[in-house]
């Protein structure tokens, strides 16, 4: 298994160019499987996650070729993905697929929606909570779908098709909203979803769903409209940014101290971050290019933050933000509302010398004066790379293990960062 080592202390210089979000790239590929014609998606990232989602959609008889490198193009533009569902030849999306990846369970809408049936895997729990299912089986209920649960998997029927309906969350679901947005585009009739996920990367799957025939209009919104439509058509469709790569680079910047152009970044996208990011004592300078995050000398501030759901600070970004605020001149409170266990990353930073005090979903965070590197691994993807971030300001070397937890979602991190001057190195094997 791979590993990074780290040894702190050098400033970041330079330009980080942003890739695509893997958290849109996942369900438009998912969403290619409601037409029989050819999706093609542009900024695609070279993600563990995005290889793993080409499997499972193989297994549904999925064609996807990825296109060649073309003149001027360097590693650092996303790749061009062209996705054909023409004939899908088994609508049952196994274990042992879509226990390695929570969003694989997303298929069971469109699967449903285009062949009147499916039969899904139950993800099961994973490092960051229980994350149960429930609401995207409400979703497909409201829409006309049964719902039985077998043997650990979810059979979803609807012979004679979908039906439009009301979906009101009870509380916010990303998921939920997805399965609900790509189950309304093919229903018979009109769908309202209350209380919808507002996230960017609903608007642009709903986008993308939009230029392949379908009629949402509302996303981004907490009130979505879906007249079904009876078919979609092909469509090419660029995925937007990737606002937590963005805001975990903007992190280390203030952590690492220097001046990094976030290219390609779009502020909108985490506004929430970038103002928590500027109060903590970096300086945060929106550009035509993207973003610019600069640090020099000022130490950080500590500040207050609770996780929320778009348009609030992303949860995404919590493990990434306790790390920045282990320097911090004082005592920062950060509160998890969206994930029960989303703190595994605590007992690591500890290791590195932090101070942190956990209360149920607060988390007290001491600023020290210094962080020491030391072996470390973390049990997710944002947790992994809050590690890194410490130990770009933690003193000596740092070697974060089981670094397949970083590639799931991080795409050439020890080349972006070290790029712009951090001591940063993959020891393979
Ligand atoms: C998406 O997960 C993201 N994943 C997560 O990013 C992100 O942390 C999360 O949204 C919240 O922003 C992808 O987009 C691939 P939810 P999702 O449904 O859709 C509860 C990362 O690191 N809930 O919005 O699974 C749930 O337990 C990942 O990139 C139910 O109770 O999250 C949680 O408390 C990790 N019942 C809350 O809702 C359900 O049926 C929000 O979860 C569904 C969810």
């Excluded at 729990?125 to 006309?144: S, Y």
């Excluded at 500590?302 to 919590?318: I, N, S």
């Amino acid at each position: 298994m791979d590993r990074i080592r780290i040894v702190g202390g050098r400033p970041l210089n330079g330009t980080i160019p942003i890739s695509g979000a893997k958290n849109a790239t996942l369900p438009l590929m998912i969403a290619a499987l409601l037409t029989e014609d050819t999706l093609i998606l542009d900024n695609v990232p070279r993600l563990a996650d995005v290889a793993q989602l080409q499997r499972i959609l193989g297994n549904h008889g999925v064609d996807i070729m990825v296109g060649g490198k073309r003149s001027g193009d360097s590693e650092y533009h996303g790749q061009t993905v062209h996705i054909s569902a023409a004939r899908i030849v088994d609508t049952t999306a196994p274990y042992e697929l879509v226990s390695k990846m929570r969003a694989s369970f997303w298929v069971i809408a469109p699967l449903v929606a285009r062949m009147g049936e499916a039969r899904v895997s139950m993800p099961g729990g994973c490092a960051i909570g229980t994350r149960p299912v429930d609401l995207l089986i409400m979703a497909l209920e409201r829409l006309g779908v049964q719902i039985e649960i077998d043997a650990g998997y979810v059979i979803a029927r609807a012979t004679n098709g979908l039906k439009g309906g009301e979906i009101v969350f009870p509380k916010v679901t990303v998921g939920g909203t997805h399965t609900a947005l790509m189950a309304a585009a093919l229903a018979n009739g009109t769908s309202v979803i209350e209380n919808a996920a507002r996230e960017p990367e609903i608007v642009d799957v709903a986008d993308c769903l939009n230029k392949m025939g379908a009629k949402i209009t509302g996303a981004g919104t907490p009130r979505i409209v879906v007249e079904g439509v009876t078919r979609l058509h092909g469509a090419r469709h660029r995925v937007l940014p990737d606002r937590i790569e963005t805001g975990t680079y903007a992190m280390a910047v203030a952590m690492a101290g220097g001046d990094v152009l976030l290219e390609g970044a779009r502020p909108e996208l985490l506004q929430a971050g970038l103002d928590v990011i500027s109060r903590a004592g970096a300086e945060v300078a929106v550009t035509n290019a993207g973003v610019r995050v600069a640090r020099n000398g000022a130490g950080l501030a500590p500040v207050e933050v609770t996780t929320a759901p778009f348009p609030g600070f992303p949860t995404d970004l919590q493990a990434q933000f306790m790390a920045l605020m282990t320097r911090a001149g004082g005592n920062s409170r950060i509160t998890e509302t969206i994930f029960e266990n989303r703190f595994m990353h605590v007992q690591e930073l500890a290791r590195l010398g932090a101070r942190i005090h956990l209360d149920g979903q607060v988390a007290v965070v001491e600023g020290v004066e210094k962080l020491k590197g030391a072996p470390v691994m973390a049990t997710d993807l944002r947790a992994s790379v809050s590690l890194v971030i410490a130990a770009l300001a933690a003193e000596g070397e740092t070697m974060v293990n089981r670094v397949y937890h970083l590639d799931r979602g991080f795409e050439r991190l020890e080349d972006k960062l070290g790029r712009c001057g951090a001591e940063i190195e993959r020891i393979s094997g």
